[in-house]
């Protein structure tokens, strides 16, 4: 465990903080991993253990403590408000894991008695509809900050915050690059909400009304963090293997990268990669780091090597 005098956080190496599994419950086992594993993101039992293990039974911690504040400062205002649902906020790159991650960390804190119930809601479900994106010119900065209905997300926000007992969530399909149509993600009070998303630690836009911040309402936030170079590598990995997945279906929005050969399909990743996911990753996601509670950071095979937690 390295202390920084002038930094914000402790960190530990994977062996320390993978030291701490030893005393902590609810080991994950390979069927768990089956279940919520996805393309071009490898992970092993091991590894998913010695990290998320330790961090869920951390995180359970923070919640813990957050209801006792809540329990007590509603006391001393004479109040008997409900608790509202614990929200985490999950950050980093494109091909990152962000993914994985939520779903590694749902699957575990919905096991500890106290909070059975945990929502996961991806931000993709705010983007604008591509035909917003068109009218915009915004269609070739998807994933950018003013390409989501930022107004939309913080009203969702808002009324799980506020206690409400089913709020809705548009539907992102990721075959047909957009928002599906009538289709909603149905949230029911949980103990605690995942919000994954790239920009989700984004500080308010200085000319936004009201100045809020979705990541106002968390209470307790994770940044996924790589170099550039494995970020490139693991995004034109996954664009390869995409040729014969999600590429390949019928009402595809991206059916003609499916016949690319593979100098054609690595050409078009990299050109994708440096237009689009770099720009966003250099100018809006990246310096949103050292807001998070914790930092991930992965070497170059998906292997979490630091773990950063801001000091107390």
Not at 147 to 171: N, T
Request: net charge negative; with cysteine; proline share 6%.
């Amino acid at each position: 465990m390295a202390h920084d005098e002038i930094s914000p956080y402790v960190t530990f190496s994977h062996d320390e903080w993978a030291e701490l599994a030893q005393s902590t419950p609810l080991p994950l086992t390979q069927a768990d991993l089956d279940r919520i594993s996805t393309l071009g993101d490898p992970i092993d039992l091991q590894e998913a253990d010695a990290i998320y293990r330790p961090l869920s039974a951390l995180m359970q911690t923070y919640a813990k403590c957050t209801g006792l504040l809540y329990k007590e400062t509603s006391g001393f205002f004479g109040r008997q408000a409900e608790r509202t649902p614990w929200i985490v906020g999950i950050a980093g790159s494109v091909a990152v894991g962000k993914s994985t991650a939520a779903r590694l960390l749902q699957q575990l804190l919905s096991r500890w008695p106290h909070t059975p119930n945990v929502g996961l809601v991806p931000t993709d479900g705010f983007l604008h509809p591509n035909e917003v994106l068109k009218e915009r010119g915004l269609m070739g900065r998807k994933g950018f900050p003013e390409s989501y209905d930022r107004r939309a997300l913080i009203d969702f926000l808002h009324r799980v915050k506020s206690g409400e007992e089913e709020v809705d969530v548009p539907v992102y399909d990721h075959v047909s690059y957009n928002i599906v149509p009538g289709e909603k993600i149905v949230i029911r009070k949980p103990d605690i909400l995942i919000v994954e998303g790239l920009n989700v630690l984004q500080p308010a836009h200085p000319k936004s009304r009201p100045q809020l911040a979705v990541s106002d309402y968390f209470d307790f936030s994770i940044y996924m963090d790589a170099s550039e170079a494995s970020l490139r590598e693991w995004y034109v990995s996954r664009f390869r293997s995409l040729r014969s997945t999600a590429f390949s279906h019928e009402d595809s929005y991206f059916r003609s990268y499916a016949n690319l050969s593979d100098d054609e399909a690595e050409a078009t990743a990299h050109q994708i990669w440096s237009s689009i996911n770099l720009p966003n990753l250099r100018e809006n996601i990246a310096p949103t780091r050292s807001r998070a509670t914790v930092i991930l950071t992965k070497g170059e095979q998906h292997r979490i090597e630091k773990i950063a937690l801001r000091k107390v």
